[in-house]
Each structure stands twice: as structure tokens, then as C-alpha cells.
């Protein structure tokens, strides 16, 4: 079992920057490739980034290209997702996820946090 909490969304201007934090209890942390999805009222939970186990790889939506950067620290058992130039379109709730696979579909993740809203204004 693993538990996610993601933390540190919040209300921003367009062009505004957050970072997102998701914290995983558990020791196995480093064993799961991790996400991040994010899901807008009335619309399907949509991929925004992944990491690999270790951190090397990272596979990012087109729509935060150059904009958004994940990254991860096993020591601390956390996944960032560092996000630039905000746009009101980023608007949603994001969560986390823990799979086994490399897979930008939710279906490919175990499991998730309860999410943490992300508002942006224009």
C-alpha cells in the first residue's frame, strides 16, 4: 500500500508559477514511476507528466511543454511538479498517481492522493 498527499495548490494570476508537492507513506517509494493527472469540472482526468523510478526519464503532456517540470526526490519520498506561466486553461484539480509502468492513462496507476486544486486567473 501506498498513501498520497499532494499539497501546495492555491489561486494565481495568469503567467503565475506554483509548485505542487505529492508526499507517498511507505517505504517502496522509489519502486513506482510516478504522475501527475489533473481533472477539470465536467471533463476526464487528463495525463500532465510522468517520472521514471529513478528520474530519468520524464514524459510531459504537449499542453505544459516547456512550461511545467516534475521532478522527484526518493530520499524524501516526494514528486514535485514545478509549474511556470500558468494559464487559466490549467485550471483543475490535480492528483498524483504511483503505477508500475511507464503509462500516461489513469487506468496504468495504482494508486492516488485526494488532489489539490489549482486556480488560475486570467
Do not use: H
Not at 3 to 13: A, D, H, N, T, Y
Not at 83 to 107: I, S
Not at 108 to 121: C, H, I, K, L, R
Amino acid at each position: 500500500q501506498v498513501q498520497l498527499v499532494e499539497s501546495g495548490g492555491g489561486l494565481v494570476q495568469a503567467g503565475g508559477s506554483l509548485r505542487l508537492s505529492c508526499v507517498a507513506a511507505g517505504r517502496t517509494f522509489s519502486s513506482y514511476v510516478m504522475a501527475w493527472f489533473r481533472q477539470a469540472p465536467g471533463k476526464e482526468r487528463e495525463f500532465v507528466v510522468l517520472i521514471s523510478r529513478t528520474g530519468g526519464t520524464t514524459v510531459y503532456a504537449d499542453s505544459v511543454k516547456g512550461r511545467f517540470t516534475i521532478s522527484r526526490d526518493n530520499a524524501k519520498n516526494t514528486v514535485y511538479l514545478q509549474m511556470t506561466g500558468l494559464k487559466p486553461e490549467d485550471t483543475a484539480v490535480y492528483y498524483c498517481g504511483a503505477g508500475p509502468n511507464l503509462r500516461n492513462d489513469p487506468g496504468g496507476y495504482t494508486y492516488w492522493g485526494q488532489g489539490t486544486q489549482v486556480t488560475v486567473s486570467s
